[in-house]
């Protein structure tokens, strides 16, 4: 990929993906991203690395194809920044889009990678939505093709979601709720895949028919898989006093305000909240590093 765009940053780019540090599908290694993921071929592993402004993909598994191919897409090169105006709504929004021009908003078109973990998400801390992902991967992931860091796993299919035994899910301490979130959509995973017949705002709809998906679970698919510039995930527990925190001082903002506060930039709030995420003040801690358990809706 040479000739990218100088002030893409490969890590913000692909941040979004990444579930801690120990991530098992995602690290950074000897100065390369490294990712797994699934694909219509099968599993692969994704080496990406960056010199003198081009961007070098490196690829192997049964998906290396489709997975080597998709990366532009992942790192934002269907996004369209320059399409967005900040104006002057808000002085804050406009200096963090001057800023930040690096800044790009990646689509996978893999749905089943995001959604796995954003189940895995509801209702519980962020520590905690980890650590099952750690297990659930390590339990019943492939290992990674190809030369990858060790201990990396590719997140696991649809039909082996369907196979884990109970003793296996108490094993990975994940509760019932979630577990039969997760199985109901293990079950149609096959509609739940980006594509011509399957945009943003529809598979939204699809996510939230499904009982156990709701809507801040959808928006946080579609956030990754089809790179939605204007979804927000609504019901996200420190979300709302971000953002509100940000272009109003104030530390109690509840969804609704929110959404209003972004109003404005209604097509692109997505983007926006991506910006305060990168270098919007941040709102002093009173309370728990993380949220509750039970304190984020789905």
Not at 12 to 38: F, I, N, Q
Not at 58 to 83: H, K, M, Q, T, Y
Request: hydrophobic share 40%.
């Amino acid at each position: 990929m040479p000739g990218w765009d100088l002030d893409l940053d490969l890590a913000r780019a692909l941040a979004p993906h990444r579930r801690g540090s120990a991530d098992p599908a995602m690290c950074v290694s000897d100065g390369a991203l490294w990712r797994t993921t699934s694909t219509a071929d099968g599993p692969a592993t994704v080496r990406i690395t960056r010199q003198s402004g081009a961007v070098r993909i490196e690829a192997w598994g049964p998906g290396a194809g489709c997975a080597g191919a998709a990366v532009p897409g992942w790192l934002g090169a269907d996004d369209r920044p320059e399409e967005f105006r900040p104006g002057d709504a808000h002085p804050l929004v406009t200096e963090l889009h001057r800023t930040h021009p690096g800044l790009r908003l990646g689509r996978t078109g893999r749905a089943w990678d995001a959604l796995l973990p954003a189940v895995l998400e509801q209702k519980v801390t962020t520590a905690e939505a980890y650590r099952v992902f750690r297990e659930l991967c390590r339990l019943a992931g492939e290992p990674a093709p190809g030369p990858a860091p060790a201990g990396m796993r590719v997140v696991p299919s649809a039909r082996r979601v369907l196979e884990v035994t109970d003793w296996e899910w108490h094993r990975c301490g994940l509760d019932g709720a979630r577990r039969r979130a997760l199985r109901a959509v293990a079950t149609v995973a096959h509609r739940l895949e980006p594509g011509e017949d399957c945009d943003s705002a529809v598979l939204q709809r699809r996510l939230c028919s499904i009982p156990g998906i709701g809507v801040w679970t959808a928006a946080e698919v579609v956030q990754r898989a089809c790179g939605d510039p204007d979804a927000v995930s609504v019901g996200d527990y420190h979300l709302k006093n971000t953002v509100g925190f940000a272009l109003t001082g104030r530390r109690d903002t509840d969804d609704a305000g929110m959404l209003e506060l972004l109003e404005p930039w209604r097509g692109h709030r997505q983007r926006v909240v991506r910006l305060i995420l990168a270098g919007g003040p941040r709102r002093p801690r009173r309370g728990p590093r993380f949220a509750p358990v039970d304190n984020r809706r789905i």
